[in-house]
């Protein structure tokens, strides 16, 4: 008797997890909201949402549990490099003997040298705090890919995520426009730039290309891959009047209010990232594709016209432009905000303290504690190391480090594989997405500390998980 493939047992399951997936996709809408989560409050909510998704998991596959490991099974690897990660920081927090903490950090053991009980992290409470977050990363990754089975729910999360866009950039732009100021949780908000519901512009400007990046993915999935017919004018303009009243013009639209949205941050490194990305990563998905149709290419090249030349004229990107060379003022010399080059002077100070913590590094969300011995007093304070890479490697370690950018390059390794292996759009329409989202954060991560915010931590990790979830959809010919 033949076995069946495990992908046709996915679709014969039975699995009533519907509400399970609907508390993902509002999971993802809530994140952004309370100030971007960034505050320990909450980051409990997070938490406890992540429990009851897992809890809800597990009691929805409770009788198909064979099925659930063997689905697990094919995402093994983004798993373990999650989990190994959420580990690691757990271990930060153990108390240890003082002989194998000079075996596994003697520099730990020289700071903490008199304190009873020895750990590997210098401010446990963050460590804990960062592990809880990891947790939830890794829960999160675990329910996307048992919960999304199918292409209408990768699709339906794909909407989803840009319809969180659009509202932040809707809000934005309107509490923008009326210049708000408020007090928000214990902390002053002023919308001098379109921030959305977040604090700083940066991070904005973060989520504005994860959401974008995933607009434009979904985009091409709703262009298909077929090839224009040819016809005479009057076919070709009743064509362009049907794409004007579709769906996906709608779709076109929601993306230019983003890209408005993105441009009105005046996020320097922001719309670098973001233009850079799509540049970079649509001229791959073009050499990529075995026959580029027509309308790809169309839409690639639209959206470097459109939206970099008439939507960023309109708007300001100029602004940002002038921003990049005016703000070289650092803070000594009394500017508003830190220079690029302040936060690539505070970065390189901070690599002092991967070089004395090699192994396991300070410990998770321990960098605003450890930081201050190694800091100058000229430079001035810094909560973070404004690059993600370093930060990431003085709390973690170089192994923390390597686990999670093992993890984004088998990813860019799947959603390249996509690009060129498989044909069917929703795959490689969700694949580019998923690739454009990893260049813009990887570019944007070099002075910024996005992945220190929660909700763009949350929303990246859910965004891998729909890169591996759509390489293993069904190709069209096995269906």
Not at 292 to 309: E, K, N, Q, W
Not at 370 to 390: C, K
Not at 423 to 439: C, D, E, K, Q, Y
């Amino acid at each position: 008797m033949p076995q069946r493939s495990p992908h046709l047992m996915d679709h014969d399951l039975e699995i009533r997890d519907s509400w399970v997936f609907v508390g993902l996709m509002a999971l993802l809408v809530w994140a952004p909201l309370p100030l971007a989560s960034n505050r320990t409050w909450a980051i409990g909510i997070l938490i406890v949402w992540a429990l009851l998704l897992l809890a809800g998991t597990i009691f929805a596959w409770r009788q198909a549990a064979d099925a659930a490991f063997a689905r697990l099974w094919r995402f093994r690897w983004p798993l373990l490099l999650l989990g190994g990660f959420t580990v690691l920081t757990w271990v930060q927090t153990l108390p240890l003997p003082e002989a194998w903490l000079s075996v596994l950090s003697p520099e730990t053991l020289r700071v903490e040298r008199g304190i009873s009980p020895a750990r590997l992290s210098l401010d446990v409470y963050q460590t804990r705090l960062f592990t809880s977050l990891s947790f939830v990363y890794f829960t999160c990754f675990l329910v996307a890919v048992l919960t999304i089975r199918n292409p209408r729910r990768l699709d339906r999360m794909a909407q989803t995520l840009v319809g969180s866009g659009v509202f932040q950039a809707v809000l934005g732009v309107f509490l923008f426009s009326s210049g708000a100021t408020y007090r928000l949780f214990y902390s002053q908000v002023v919308h001098v730039n379109v921030i959305g519901t977040f604090i700083n512009r940066n991070h904005f400007a973060g989520y504005m290309e994860l959401c974008l990046s995933i607009g434009i993915g979904l985009m091409l999935a709703r262009l298909g891959t077929e090839r224009e017919q040819s016809g005479d004018w009057r076919h070709k303009l009743s064509q362009v009047l049907t794409f004007l009243i579709s769906p996906k013009m709608r779709l076109r639209l929601m993306l230019v209010v983003m890209v408005i949205a993105l441009v009105l941050t005046r996020s320097r490194m922001g719309n670098s990232a973001f233009f850079a990305a799509m540049l970079v990563v649509g001229l791959v998905a073009i050499m990529l594709a075995r026959r580029a149709a027509p309308a790809t290419v169309g839409l690639i090249l639209s959206l470097v016209v459109i939206d970099i030349f008439v939507v960023g004229t309109w708007v300001g990107l100029e602004k940002v432009t002038h921003r990049m060379h005016e703000t070289k003022l650092t803070i000594v010399q009394g500017g508003k905000e830190e220079s690029v080059e302040a936060r690539e002077n505070a970065a390189g100070y901070a690599l002092q303290l991967v070089r004395d913590f090699p192994a396991f590094g300070t410990g998770g969300g321990s960098f605003y504690n450890s930081y201050i011995r190694y800091r100058t007093p000229l430079l001035g304070y810094f909560d973070h190391a404004h690059n993600d890479y370093i930060e990431i490697a003085a709390d973690c370690g170089l192994p923390g480090l390597g686990l999670l950018l093992l993890l984004a390059l088998l990813t860019l390794r799947k959603t390249l594989w996509v690009l060129w292996q498989r044909h069917s759009s929703l795959p490689r329409g969700i694949a580019f997405g998923v690739t454009m989202a990893i260049v813009a954060m990887a570019i944007h991560s070099m002075v910024d500390f996005n992945l220190q915010i929660p909700a763009n931590a949350l929303t990246l990790v859910l965004i891998l998980a729909m890169g591996w979830i759509a390489a293993d959809l069904p190709s069209r010919r096995a269906t």
